[in-house]
C-alpha cells in the first residue's frame, strides 16, 4: 500500500522530493555526457590538424578570410558563389599541377561541347606556349575566325579589352562572349604587329578526322584530336580508303595535343594484334593499370607524323606503335607529356577539379614525360613551312609528309 501510495500520488511530498532528486540526477549525468562529448570533440579535432596540419591551416584560414569578407567587405552579398568559385580556381592553381584547373559547372558544360567537335565559338585552338602567351595554333576552315584572318601562330593579346598577362587560359578565354551573333574585339600580335579583328561567333564545328589518297595506293588519315566522335570516324576512313585501293597509310597526329584515354586506346588497337600491351599507369602509390588490345590488328604497312605538338594521347598512340614496330616514325621528338588528369565532381558548386592523377608508361616501360618521343627519322619543316598550320601546309612544303610517301614507295 506505502509502495502504491510513494508511486502513483503525483503531489504526495516524498513524491516530490523523490522526482526532485531523479530531475537531479538526470541534469547531472546530461552536464557529464555534454562535458565529455566537448572534450571528445576538442581532442578529435586536436588530434586532426596536428596529424594533418596542412588540411587544417587551409580549413582554417579560407574561414577566416571568408568571415573578414562577411563582416568588413561593403558590398558584400549573401550569395557567395563567385567567392567560392574563385577559391577553387586558386586551389587548383596553388597546387603546381600545370594542369590542374578548376571548371565551373557552366565552364564545363562548354568544354564537353568542344570536345564534341559542334559549339557556338569562333573557330580557334589555343594553347599557352613556353612563353606564357595565348597562341593560336589552329584556325578551322568555315568559321568565323578563318573569314575574319586569324592565322595559326597569331598570339591572343586582349579580349574585348581584356589583357591575357597574369591569368590562366580557361580564365582569359573566358572573356570570349560566345553567345551566337554577339561581336567580339581581339588584339592579336602577329610579328611585331599587333592587330585588332571583329569576330562574330556562330554554331561551328570542329573536323576531328580528315583522310584521302595520296597516291593510287598510299592512303592518309589525319587525327586532330581525341574526342568526338574520332574513332568511328577513323574506322570509318580506313573502309573507305581500303575501297579506293589503299596498300600503305601515312597516320597524321602532328599538332594533336591529346583528349580522351579511352578514344587514343580504341586507336591504338586498330594497328595492333590482340593482347598487346598498349601502356600502363601507374598511380603516385605505385598501383598499375595494364591496357591491352581486345581486337586483331590491321596488316599494313604504315608510317606515323609527329611533332613538337603531338602531345599526351598522341604520345600513348606513338609509344604503343613505335615499340611494337606497327609504324614509321617521321618528324620531330614529340612534346612529353606522359601524365594523365582525371576530373572530379565538386557537388557545392556543380563544377569539376582537373587534376594530375597517373603517369603512363609504353610497351617498353618508358614514361615520356618531360623527354617525348624521338622519331625513327627526323624531318623537320622549312622556316616557310613552320609559318602554316598542319591543316593549311601546301605539300609542296610539307618535307615530312614527302619523307613519309618516300618511305612507304621505297
Not at 63 to 92: C, M, P, Q, S
Not at 248 to 270: H, P, W
Not at 293 to 311: E, F, H, K
Not at 339 to 350: A, D, L, R
Request: net charge negative; hydrophobic share 35%.
Amino acid at each position: 500500500m506505502y509502495d502504491d501510495y510513494e508511486t502513483n500520488d503525483f503531489f504526495g511530498k516524498r513524491s516530490v522530493r523523490r522526482r526532485v532528486m531523479i530531475l537531479t540526477a538526470w541534469l547531472l549525468s546530461l552536464l557529464i555526457v555534454a562535458s565529455a562529448t566537448f572534450l571528445l570533440t576538442r581532442h578529435f579535432l586536436r588530434e586532426r590538424y596536428e596529424s594533418d596540419p596542412e588540411e587544417g591551416l587551409l580549413i582554417r584560414t579560407v574561414r577566416d578570410a571568408r568571415n573578414v569578407i562577411r563582416d568588413h567587405y561593403f558590398y558584400y552579398t549573401d550569395d557567395e558563389t563567385a567567392l567560392t568559385e574563385a577559391a577553387l580556381k586558386g586551389l587548383a592553381e596553388a597546387t603546381g599541377d600545370d594542369y590542374a584547373e578548376y571548371f565551373t559547372a557552366e565552364e564545363y558544360e562548354n568544354l564537353q561541347k568542344q570536345n564534341q567537335g559542334s559549339f557556338v565559338g569562333i573557330g580557334i585552338l589555343t594553347q599557352m606556349n613556353d612563353e606564357g602567351s595565348v597562341e593560336i595554333i589552329e584556325v578551322y576552315e568555315n568559321t568565323p575566325a578563318s573569314e575574319a584572318g586569324l592565322q595559326a601562330g597569331d598570339i591572343l593579346v586582349e579580349i574585348n579589352g581584356v589583357d591575357a598577362e597574369g591569368k590562366d587560359l580557361a580564365t582569359f578565354l573566358s572573356n570570349l562572349n560566345a553567345q551566337d551573333g554577339i561581336e567580339n574585339t581581339l588584339l592579336i600580335r602577329r610579328g611585331d604587329e599587333l592587330m585588332t579583328f571583329t569576330v562574330i561567333p556562330r554554331e561551328v564545328r570542329t573536323p576531328t578526322v580528315s583522310y584521302r589518297m595520296l597516291t593510287d595506293t598510299i592512303g592518309y588519315i589525319r587525327v586532330m584530336k581525341f574526342h568526338g566522335e574520332c574513332v568511328e570516324e577513323t574506322k570509318n576512313a580506313i573502309e573507305q580508303l581500303r575501297n579506293s585501293g589503299m596498300k600503305s597509310l601515312v597516320f597524321d597526329l602532328r599538332d594533336n595535343l591529346g583528349g580522351s584515354l579511352n578514344d587514343a586506346l580504341d586507336i591504338a588497337d586498330i594497328f595492333l594484334p590482340r593482347d598487346y600491351v598498349i601502356t600502363s599507369l601507374r598511380t603516385r602509390s605505385g598501383e598499375e593499370t595494364v591496357y591491352k588490345t581486345q581486337t586483331g590488328g590491321l596488316d599494313m604497312r604504315m608510317v606515323l607524323l609527329v611533332n613538337g605538338m603531338s602531345a599526351s594521347a598522341s604520345e600513348l598512340v606513338a609509344g604503343a606503335w613505335k615499340d611494337h614496330g606497327a609504324a614509321y616514325l617521321i618528324g620531330t621528338r614529340t612534346y612529353g607529356k606522359g601524365i594523365v588528369q582525371s576530373y572530379f565532381g565538386i557537388s557545392e558548386t556543380g563544377g569539376m577539379l582537373k587534376i594530375t592523377t597517373e603517369a603512363y608508361y609504353t610497351p617498353s616501360g618508358v614514361c615520356v614525360h618531360g623527354e617525348g618521343i624521338e622519331p625513327n627519322q627526323v624531318v623537320t619543316l622549312s622556316e616557310e613551312g613552320q609559318r602554316y598550320s598542319i591543316t593549311t601546309l601546301p605539300f609542296e612544303l610539307d618535307t615530312q609528309l614527302q619523307a613519309a610517301i618516300a618511305y612507304l614507295e621505297d
